[in-house]
């Protein structure tokens, strides 16, 4: 069953503005993660969040993490045509830390 | 550094063929690997993960099988191919998180 669901499903937006998606989910978690895909490419880790932590950066990634609302935002600043990609939240709310759940992703499209 | 490899990277296969999809990791000793599936547009679906070899875990009831005959390899596999199959299949391995994904294989059952 789905845990994450991210929000939008799709953003436009142009170059140089800053990109904001959200994650929500059902359960308690040890970590959440963000996940980037190219077309028709395999996932490519972003950056991971444990449920101890509330915020985290990375480069023009910034992640926040609200354990109260179950939710999470990966927020991408002065976008590039190169961030064209769908994003995927995942849950990690297994101790043996074996299980990742998935969203069903938001398709980010960056104009030049 | 570790690598993963899948492929093929696409086929096209009829109802009733059968199926085997085949991933490996180099680098890395006792990996979970997982078999998911994605539907166009969609999030991906966990089938299948291993802790070790022979050990299969099955998320999903379907007319797919895996296997972990070594230690970094898994295969997909399938008897007879169903329409409803057809999807993007993508390898992963960790060792608790994250998951390194393979570049997946674009199957269409036709």
């Known amino acids: 069953s789905q845990q994450g669901e991210e929000d939008p499903q799709a953003l436009s937006i142009q170059e140089g503005e800053n990109a904001t998606m959200n994650c929500s989910y059902k359960t308690s978690i040890n970590n959440l993660q963000w996940y980037r895909q190219n077309s028709g490419r395999g996932l490519v880790h972003l950056i991971l969040i444990r449920s101890n932590e509330r915020e985290k950066h990375s480069g023009r990634l910034r992640v926040t993490l609200d354990t109260s609302k179950k939710s999470s935002s990966l927020l991408i600043t002065a976008s590039r045509a190169a961030d064209t990609a769908s994003y995927f939240c995942?849950?990690?709310?297994?101790?043996?830390?074996?299980?990742?759940?998935f969203g069903g992703g938001t398709r980010l499209m960056v104009k030049p | 550094s570790q690598t993963i490899h899948q492929w093929p990277a696409t086929l096209v296969q009829p109802v009733g063929s059968p199926l085997s999809l085949e991933c490996t990791v180099e680098g890395t000793s006792n990996p979970n690997l997982y078999w998911y599936r994605q539907a166009a547009g969609r999030g991906l679906q966990l089938l299948f993960y291993?802790?070790?070899?022979?050990?299969i875990s099955s998320e999903v009831p379907q007319n797919l099988s895996a296997s972990r005959p070594q230690d970094r390899q898994f295969i997909l596999s399938s008897k007879k191919l169903l329409l409803s199959d057809s999807g993007f299949y993508l390898c992963?391995?960790?060792?608790?998180?994250?998951?390194?994904f393979g570049n997946g294989t674009r199957l269409t059952v036709t």
């Open positions: 992963a391995w960790g060792s608790g998180s994250p998951l390194h």
């Open positions: 291993s802790v070790g070899i022979g050990q």
């Open positions: 995942a849950t990690d709310n297994d101790n043996a830390g074996n299980m990742l759940t």
